[in-house]
């Protein structure tokens, strides 16, 4: 399949599993294909959650296809008659692309979890921000006490009316005698869009 406009997003020192927010009809049964530079296809099956959310094991993949130097990647489903579906992240769309990034940074996920009713321990914060190329959060007690002292901190820009799309940009998280005080985050360039921290 040939894809026009896909998600994207990226994945960083994923080890086990990709936890897929890229959301379908719950508790259904699915089949994902992986498309690589070369245009090599890798699959496998899946049934979704009671949210509609699924996984695909990394050991289900060539060991070492996943390295920061592996290119661009496309995610696509398919029901079990081999025919696209679409899924939902923001809006809808039939693929999504996604890159491995280097370093320490721990991310193993697509996609973003919307559900409103949050696993016990378990919060999403929402900080939007309009017009701006830098915007910090001060960590307040507050904050330290919902998300902790090493939050996951993802940003969305608004690409287009209604459209968010999770880019990858500078955030800083400053320290004083190993409490997190501020996170900093500089969108490389004016932008509208929200910080999601978890």
């Not at 379908?24 to 090599?40: C, G, N």
């Not at 309009?130 to 006490?145: D, E, H, N």
Request: aromatic content about 14%.
């Amino acid at each position: 399949m040939s894809c026009t406009t896909c998600f994207e997003d990226f994945i960083a020192k994923c080890n086990l599993e990709i936890q897929s927010y890229l959301q379908l009809a719950p508790l259904t049964d699915y089949k994902w294909v992986i498309t690589d530079r070369r245009d090599l296809k890798y699959q496998g099956d899946f049934t979704t959650d009671a949210d509609g959310f699924w996984v695909i094991p990394v050991d289900q993949l060539p060991p070492g296809l996943l390295t920061e130097f592996s290119g661009l990647f496309t995610l696509e489903v398919q029901d079990l008659g081999c025919k696209p579906v679409k899924f939902k992240a923001a809006q809808e769309f039939y693929c999504a692309q996604f890159t491995i990034k280097g370093g320490t940074y721990e991310k193993n996920t697509l996609g973003c979890d919307f559900t409103c009713s949050p696993a016990v321990g378990s919060q999403t914060g929402i900080f939007p921000f309009t017009s701006v190329s830098t915007f910090s959060i001060t960590w307040t007690p507050a904050l330290l006490a919902a998300f902790g002292n090493s939050p996951s901190v993802q940003v969305y820009h608004l690409t287009a009316p209604d459209t968010y799309q999770l880019v990858d940009v500078t955030i800083e998280q400053v320290f004083n005698s190993g409490v997190l005080q501020q996170i900093d985050i500089d969108n490389g360039g004016v932008a509208t869009g929200y910080v999601l921290i978890s």
